[in-house]
Nanobody, 126 residues
Framework: QVQVAESGGGSVQAGDSLRLSCTVSGSLFSNYGMGWFRQASGKERAFVAAISRFGGTTYYADSMKGRFTISRDNAKNIVYLQMSSLAPEDTAIYYC???????????????????WGQGTQVTVSS
């Protein structure tokens, strides 16, 4: 059974940086494209960033470009989301997802991911 688990959330001040981690167990990690999504209170879950199976291609939501960096280490079964210049509007629950994603146009869609973590809360204060 594939399990996805996020960690690294917390409360920070505006302008700070934070790194989220996500581990996958129960299957070969390099089988999966990995994505990060977030859900702010009262809003729908939204795409943040994604990375292809071997890390050769990354994808970002427009508002995250230049501030967030996704990376992965297949030897450690882990994917990271490095977030910088955080703002209060980045406050959300951040979810990690794994999926056999096909096609570059699919990475931003929740339906492309079969396995999801429980989420980790990120709170940014002004």
């Amino acid at each position: 059974q594939v399990q996805v688990a996020e960690s690294g959330g917390g409360s920070v001040q505006a302008g700070d940086s934070l790194r989220l981690s996500c581990t996958v167990s129960g299957s070969l990690f390099s089988n999966y494209g990995m994505g990060w999504f977030r859900q702010a209170s009262g809003k729908e879950r939204a795409f943040v960033a994604a990375i292809s199976r071997f890390g050769g291609t990354t994808y970002y939501a427009d508002s995250m470009k230049g501030r967030f960096t996704i990376s992965r280490d297949n030897a450690k079964n882990i994917v990271y989301l490095q977030m910088s210049s955080l703002a209060p509007e980045d406050t959300a629950i951040y979810y990690c997802a794994a999926g056999a994603v096909y096609g570059s146009g699919s990475y931003a869609y929740e339906a492309a991911y079969a396995y999801w973590g429980q989420g980790t809360q990120v709170t940014v204060s002004s």
